[in-house]
């Protein structure tokens, strides 16, 4: 059997990448038990390197971590990382465990054999395989371009389990792997000082935040390994060691600020050692507060500078409101990441800036700190995931529009030549960057192998200015299907639509339906406001109609300025959350568009149940919704002639309706409008029969009358915590109507 280069021949290789800075990528193709001997044999060869094996299976004597695991590794130091793919290929995961390899290090890549690859099912297609597609169906478009990505890459060294390639040995001497191996990491006073004068600069210019005016924020964006959350530590440290400053910190994710910290930390270390006074370094720290985003904005602490980390992964609304809280901010995000993309961050973010701290400045870090500048795995990872795709040149758009401004053609794409045509491909990749700050590179492969999505693009001489992609939903004939689904004990993976409608709008044959959801709709920066989107969403109608849709449809949060887009091009309102959505921060509502005479019963069917339903939810979960919206959304609706004769408690369904709320299949707030009106109604007559007692009528008041939220009641009813206190409210409500009519209330 073939086996790997010999120890020597790696200990000298991966000698000369430590000297240059350069990470190395050995590519070992092959079975699943030759490739995990050969990732034993490098190991073996190289045991003095901080190692970590991301595999589905056991390949090393210590246990592997779970591909699952990945994005964990974001903010830590590795010098060998073990990839096996033979468990599936995650891109977000790829991206974030590549990124922790040190300068000098290797990236070991298991991976079955070039030609069989290809044609293997991957079992992390899974998470774009919607329902019914199994994921051994679906297209392999996304690993055919990796391959290819990484077999024409001159910097990767590939090992055939049949036999090795031509290898030639690095000439010449070499620094012993040790000299460059801990590039003096461990070393405090390296943690206190910027290692670049890019660095240094930024972390002046986050100083002179501090110190200068208010309302005028830092904006600073990098890609990976530039040593962003390093510059916020260096900067915080200085300022504790000022004194007399509270700064707070704030991230998606605690973890994500563990570099801030350690940086920090050292700054204050170095301070002590340097003037020879004895001081509490932890002390220090303890001005240095971390709170999550939302918590940052419910209990608002005062703060002299606050430093967002990772700002592309925190709803726009929070951070829009954080703007509006604190004085002096710090925003940070990595130009392309895997919780959000700092590029469509600075992009879509800049109109609240102007409009909010016109006076903002934004700055850049561009020499890297872990590796240096040419390694070759940064350049790979940047192809093979599409990390520095962008959008045609602004000043070739408007030149294209200005010499041929009637030159549109909308044409969809088809996909298979999309994989062959790379300059299309890295063009839309980079407008839907800018169309949402947090896409990830799941969405490339989603892009590319998605069983349901379409792709509708608009070019104007040769450059992509526009593009749509829709997902196909419904189509559930299945009644016990419908059934778990309204009852919320399915959620067949990508039907967020026809979901939607019948788990929480309460309309059960809405999965019957077909449904083309827009995903994605987005228009060239240089070309807003021209009514390119409306021309997209106008040539989507006549091919729905020719596919048989019933209805076309978006959901998203809800702002003015989107409601106002999507009403104009003839979408209505047809659903809105009870609750804010964990990526936009707004409320997420979903319009629709009837395509056929079945698709337009349904809408006005979702119209009257919204309108009937919106008074209720206004007083209670929606409370807190920007009035202007509410406005905006029941002056789209019909108007009911009596809020209790509209109400779907009137219609055949009430009692399917009920008893899925009461049996625990579906949520307060999507039932709250139908139990105010059966309450309202049956209170008294429950009362006098004694089928509720006093106490019994009391939370029933406090919870669908009065809209208190559940948390708050828990200890005024003496129940430990909100479920437990929704399971009696459940049995109350179940006594309360247990005598009640089959049809009506």
């Given at each position: 059997?073939?086996s ?19 990470r ?6 092959g ?11 490098i ?21 592997s ?75 392999r ?6 391959i ?17 390639e ?29 290692s ?22 830092l904006?600073?964006?990098?890609h ?56 509490d ?15 940052l904005?419910?209990?608002q ?23 509006e ?11 392309h ?12 973010f ?32 940047f ?18 529009a ?8 909308a ?10 045509d ?16 947090q ?14 999505v379409?792709?509708l693009v ?12 829709v ?63 409306r ?5 989507l ?8 849709i ?16 999507w ?15 964990a990526?936009?921060?707004?409320h997420?509502v ?16 979702a119209n ?19 009035p202007?919206?509410?406005?905006m ?7 009911p ?18 008893e899925?709320?009461?049996a ?34 009391a ?18 009813f ?28």
């Open positions: 059997m073939a790997v280069p010999d120890a020597r021949w790696l200990r000298d290789r991966h000698a000369s990448a430590c000297a240059r800075g350069h190395l990528t050995l590519w070992l193709r079975s699943p038990e030759w490739t995990a001997d050969g990732a034993r044999r190991v073996a060869a190289l045991p003095e390197l901080d190692r970590i094996c991301l595999a589905e299976r056991p390949i090393l004597a210590e246990p971590r779970p591909l699952r695991s990945a994005t964990r590794l974001l903010g830590s130091d590795l010098d060998l990382l073990i990839l096996d793919v033979h468990g599936g290929f995650d891109p977000d995961g790829f991206g974030a465990a590549t990124g922790a390899i040190r300068g000098g290090g290797l990236l070991v890549l298991l991976t079955p054999p070039v030609a069989e690859w290809s044609r293997l099912p991957d079992p992390q297609a899974e998470r774009i395989a919607v329902w019914p597609f199994d994921p051994a169906g679906l297209s478009r996304f690993i055919a371009r990796l290819a990505v990484l077999e024409s890459d001159p910097d990767v060294v590939r090992l055939d389990q049949g036999g090795l031509s290898i030639a040995a690095p000439t010449g001497s070499v620094p012993s792997a040790s000299a460059h191996d801990r590039l003096q990491r461990s070393m405090p006073d390296d943690l206190a000082c910027p670049t004068p890019d660095q240094a600069q930024v972390v002046a210019a986050i100083l002179k935040t501090a110190h200068g005016r208010a309302r005028r924020p904006v600073l964006t990098a990976r390994g530039r040593g962003k959350s390093a510059a916020l530590g260096l900067a915080a440290g200085r300022l504790l060691i000022e004194g007399g400053r509270r700064l707070v910190v704030t991230a998606p994710r605690r973890e994500a600020v563990e570099t801030l910290y350690r940086h920090a930390e050292a700054v204050l270390s170095a301070a002590e050692r340097s003037t020879g006074r004895t001081c370094v932890s002390t220090g720290l303890q001005s240095l507060v971390f709170h999550a985003p939302a918590e904005l419910e209990h602490p005062e703060a002299d500078l606050l430093l967002v980390d990772e700002a592309a992964g925190i709803p726009a609304p929070l951070l829009t409101a954080l703007l809280r604190y004085g002096r901010i710090v925003f940070a995000s990595t130009v990441g895997y919780e959000g993309t700092g590029r469509g961050f600075e992009i879509r800049r109109d609240t800036l102007e409009r909010l701290t016109p006076d903002w400045r934004a700055i850049g870090l561009d020499t890297p700190i872990r590796w240096a500048a040419d390694d070759p795995l940064e350049c790979l990872v192809r093979a995931l599409l990390l520095d795709a962008a959008p045609a040149a602004r000043e070739a758009v408007l030149e294209a200005t010499v041929d401004p009637t030159g549109l053609n044409q969809w794409l088809d996909r298979d030549a999309l994989l062959r790379e300059p299309t491909l890295r063009e839309l990749f980079g407008l839907l960057v800018l169309a949402h700050y896409t990830r590179p799941l969405d490339l492969r989603m892009l590319l192998d998605g069983p349901n379409r792709l608009l070019r104007q001489a040769g450059h992509l200015v526009g593009t749509l992609l997902a196909e939903e419904g189509g559930m004939l299945d009644p016990e299907l419908r059934a778990a689904i309204f009852c919320g004990r399915r959620r067949p993976r990508g039907h967020l639509l026809p979901q939607t409608l019948s788990a929480h709008a309460g309309l059960p044959e809405a999965p019957v339906h077909r449904y083309w959801r827009v995903i994605r709709i987005v228009v060239h920066p240089a070309l807003t406001g021209r009514g390119l989107g021309r997209l969403l106008a040539e109608e006549p091919a729905a109609r020719t596919e048989r019933d209805l076309l449809g978006a959901s998203f949060g809800a702002t003015t300025e989107l409601l106002e887009f009403q104009a091009c003839g979408f209505l309102p047809a659903q809105i959350g009870a609750s804010r959505n990526a936009s921060g707004e997420a979903v319009v629709l568009r009837a395509i056929s005479d079945a698709g337009e019963r349904l809408l006005e069917d009257r149940r919204l309108a009937s339903s919106l008074p209720v939810w206004l007083a209670g979960p929606l409370r807190e919704l920007d202007e919206i509410a406005a959304l029941i002056g789209a609706l019909p108007v002639d009596s809020a209790e004769c509209a109400t779907h408690a009137d219609s055949d369904g009430w009692r399917f309706e009920l899925s709320f009461v625990g299949h579906r949520t307060l707030e999507a039932s709250l409008p139908l139990l105010s009106v059966l309450t309202r109604r049956h209170l008294a007559d429950a009362l006098r029969t004694g089928r509720i007692d006093r106490r019994e009528s939370l029933l008041v406090a919870a669908v009358l009065q809209y208190h939220p559940l948390t708050g009641l828990a200890r005024r003496a129940a430990r915590g909100r479920e437990a206190l929704l399971e009696r409210l459940r049995q109350v409500c179940g006594r309360l109507f247990a005598r009640l009519p089959a049809i009506r209330p």
